[in-house]
């Protein structure tokens, strides 16, 4: 039977589980057991062939067989040869042995085979209803799928109208992206320039912190210099109080010497009187002494005869006092002889007796004469103590003097000192403000409505107030002059500047203003009335009187002058003796005189204008008619405010050379005073024509000055001086190293208010500026006889 079966598809081990055939599909599992099956059952018969006994029936249920096996079993033959039968016998016995195993193996196969089939159809069956199940399963997912596959190609219809939008999209993408593209090497070479771009920012911003700690620490390091500097200014400000006291002090003290000195020169003159009525009185004394001593020289030669005489007498007397005795002891002598001789005798007594009383006389007279001539003696003596006296205190009176003297050069040195300290304290640009009194010709007496003086202790002397629309507009200035000051009074003010002039330095005075506030009156006054002289005089006759009392001091100076005016931005000479020119045809043409009038400044700072004359001058006299000859050229004309309206910039400059023959010090000085044209405003004046063309001219030579000032306050680095022919010409007095000082006049008119309110407000800010240190120019040797401008 198993041989029947050879073909039959060979059959699943019995090792097979029935649970894994059962979840095996059918036609796997065949396949499967067809490869391997089989040659596991031949294998492990070959096995049992060559190791174990094939007889054994428990051994026969473990073999398994292939169909080859089987085949090969089946078609195995006897190969013992043909006469050996036992042989054969035991092969065919071997491969019956085998057949049975192979048998009994079929009929367990197929046991296993019927079990296998039975189970194979439970779970075919199971199968079937499960692919049952699964079929109706499938199809309704078919179905589902179907509705799915709708879906899908419905969506796939969208999707492919998305995809070909897409696509649109896709192209406008790539479009875009390509742009993007450039736009991005774009980007990428921006990014590249912005980069570099950024590193140089980073390196500037670099720059810049660094700059800016530099900054920092200057910034730090100026505040230290600024807080040095107002410590400095403090300690300035107490030093300029200290110097200030020390200034009254020693203008106290050089007043009180002065009233010693003239006390002195009083008592040593006095003395020197008194001495003199001595010496006439020692001489009659010496005189009457000499007589006396003659008298009595002549007493005592007198006496002396008269002692002579009365020895004689005595000797004679004596003689005939023997010759008695003589006659007396011889008797035998006449009695007549005798008598002679007593007669004799007693003439002689009385002689002696008479002798003896002028001698007595004479003696008393000797005495008397002693006497005297002690008394001469001890007068002359006493004139002579008394003369010695007054020579010693004449010696003393001479010290003293000499120490007066002294102390008052030294105090006039350290008054100079102070003086210059205290200008540099002040900044070498102050201004003084001056009220001029209410004129008849002006709107009514109102002053007291439209300017008023502050009175507190701050601001008494130094402060104004302008009313206008019942706004009250304070400012302060260095002085402030009202209505009711004097020349004098404003004159003493400025005397110690004045000074300064002597003593080297350059000095520049202006007066500033609008027309009719009393600038001229201030600068040049009335010179015919003492009172009213103004400061140009007084300036001068002070320089005058300082030079000549100086002169003790061995200070010889030479002074020069020389006077100008700027009309219409040109230089006229107003001491040019051909100036015979009317002034009107003066003001139509600039250059009638036919001069350039050129300034140049020279490397010492001073300037000088080429054709101008330049006169020595040695007495205020002369100094006086050069004025009044200025004062007729000078350019006068006409406006609404003012009859005698000066339309030009008066410059008056003395130049003063000084040396000191006993120290050969040399000083050189320069005064300019200024009476500047007025500065009303072009609607104010109602100017037209020339007056329009004057009036401009003179505000731009103003604004051009206001500008100098301002922009040296400022220390820029361009100062513009060239900008008018009158900053241009100051320039050494403006540019820091003189002493300036400017008056601005005020005119209390309520209606000038608003004029006075500018001339204030510049004035103001003229006085908020400092534009540097007087210097003083000394020199060893004059290099130029001719003195230099400024
Ligand atoms: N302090 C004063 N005391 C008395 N009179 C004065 C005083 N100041 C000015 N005056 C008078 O006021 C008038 C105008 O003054 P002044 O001529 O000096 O003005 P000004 O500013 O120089 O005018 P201008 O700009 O036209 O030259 C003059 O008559 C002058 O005498």
């Not at 002598?333 to 001789?341: A, P, R």
């Not at 015979?580 to 700072?605: F, K, L, M, P, W």
């Not at 205020?620 to 004309?637: D, H, K």
């Not at 003012?642 to 000084?658: A, D, K, M, W």
Request: glycine letters at 4%; proline letters at 2%.
């Amino acid at each position: 039977m198993p041989l029947r079966n050879q073909n039959r598809a060979p059959l699943p081990s019995p090792n097979v589980k029935k649970e894994a055939l059962s979840s095996i599909p059918f036609d796997k599992r065949r396949k499967e057991t067809q490869g391997t099956g089989r040659r596991q059952v031949l294998s492990t018969v070959n096995r049992q062939d060559a190791n174990s006994d094939v007889g054994s029936t428990e051994e026969c249920g473990k073999v398994e067989f292939t169909k080859d096996e089987v085949l090969a079993l089946l078609n195995e033959r006897a190969k013992a040869g043909k006469f050996d039968t036992k042989g054969k016998i035991e092969q065919m016995t071997d491969i019956i042995k085998k057949l049975k195993v192979c048998v009994r193996w079929y009929q367990q196969v197929d046991e296993t085979h019927v079990q296998d089939k039975e189970n194979l159809s439970s779970s075919l069956q199971s199968a079937e209803k499960r692919y049952s199940d699964k079929e109706l399963d499938a199809k309704t997912k078919e179905e589902e799928l179907r509705a799915t596959i709708t879906e899908m190609k419905e969506n796939i219809e969208s999707l492919q109208e998305k995809l070909s939008k897409e696509k649109l999209s896709k192209l406008d993408a790539i479009e875009n992206h390509r742009r993007e593209k450039d736009c991005r090497v774009v980007a990428e070479k921006l990014q590249v320039s912005l980069r570099e771009e950024l590193d140089k920012v980073k390196e500037e911003k670099m720059a810049a912190k660094q700059k800016v700690t530099s900054l920092e620490d200057m910034y730090k390091r100026l505040q230290e210099y600024n807080t040095s500097l107002q410590q400095y200014n403090t300690k300035l400000q107490t030093d300029l109080e200290v110097a200030r006291e020390a200034h009254t002090r020693a203008e106290k003290e050089k007043s009180s010497i002065l009233e010693n000195l003239t006390t002195l020169r009083g008592h040593s003159k006095s003395l020197q009187d008194q001495l003199a009525s001595s010496r006439v009185s020692q001489d009659e004394a010496v005189k009457q002494k000499d007589s006396l001593l003659m008298e009595v020289n002549n007493l005592q030669s007198e006496l002396q005869q008269v002692r002579d005489d009365r020895d004689r007498h005595v000797v004679q007397s004596q003689k005939l006092a023997g010759e008695i005795l003589m006659y007396k002891e011889s008797v035998g002598k006449s009695s007549h002889e005798l008598d002679i001789l007593i007669a004799k005798s007693g003439s002689l007594e009385e002689t002696c007796s008479l002798q003896k009383e002028r001698i007595k006389m004479l003696e008393q007279e000797l005495a008397f004469a002693k006497e005297k001539l002690k008394m001469v003696d001890l007068s002359m003596s006493h004139t002579m103590t008394e003369f010695e006296e007054q020579k010693q205190c004449m010696h003393e009176l001479q010290d003293r003097l000499a120490d007066t003297e002294r102390q008052l050069f030294e105090g006039e040195l350290l008054r100079k000192k102070l003086h210059n300290t205290i200008l540099e304290l002040k900044g070498n640009i102050r201004v003084f403000c001056r009220v001029r009194p209410l004129l008849p010709d002006d709107g009514g007496r109102q002053e007291a409505s439209v300017i008023a003086y502050p009175t507190s202790t701050e601001s008494l002397g130094r402060g104004i107030d302008v009313v206008q629309s019942g706004n009250k507009h304070p400012f302060t200035f260095d002085k402030v002059f009202d209505h009711g000051a004097s020349q004098e009074e404003v004159f003493f003010e400025i005397s110690q500047l004045v000074q300064s002039a002597l003593d080297g330095y350059k000095v520049c005075i202006f007066a500033y203003g609008q027309t009719g506030s009393g600038k001229t009156y201030t600068m040049m006054g009335r010179p015919e009335t003492p009172e009213q002289k103004g400061l140009i005089p007084r300036s001068l006759e002070q320089i005058f009187k300082t030079s000549q009392s100086l002169s003790t001091q061995g200070w010889k100076y030479k002074m020069q002058v020389s006077m100008l005016e700027i009309y219409n931005e040109s230089i006229r000479d107003l001491l040019s003796t051909s100036r015979t020119i009317a002034i009107e045809s003066v003001r139509a043409d600039s250059s009638t005189s036919g001069r350039q009038y050129t300034i140049t400044h020279d490397v010492n700072g001073n300037t000088h204008v080429s054709d101008l004359t330049i006169v020595d001058v040695c007495s205020i006299g002369q100094i006086s008619s050069l004025l009044q000859q200025a004062a007729q050229s000078r350019s006068v004309g006409k406006t609404h405010m003012n009859e005698q309206s000066s339309r030009s910039h008066f410059v008056f400059t003395l130049r003063i050379s000084g040396v000191n023959e006993s120290t050969e010090q040399q000083v050189q000085g320069v005064l300019n005073l200024i009476d500047l044209a007025g500065s009303e405003r072009l609607s104010r004046s109602g100017a037209t024509g020339d007056r329009l063309k004057e009036t401009q001219a003179i505000n731009k030579s103003l604004s051009a000055l206001s500008d100098v000032i301002f922009a040296l306050a400022k220390k820029e680095d361009h100062v513009p001086f060239r900008n008018s022919k009158l900053t241009y010409l100051l320039q050494p007095c403006l540019g820091g190293d003189s002493k300036t000082l400017m008056f601005v006049n005020i005119s209390p008119d309520p209606s000038s208010t608003g004029e006075s309110l500018c001339s204030l407000r510049f004035a103001a800010r003229v006085n908020a500026c400092e534009i540097g240190i007087p210097r003083r120019q000394t020199s060893a040797k004059l290099l130029d006889s001719r003195l230099s401008y400024g």
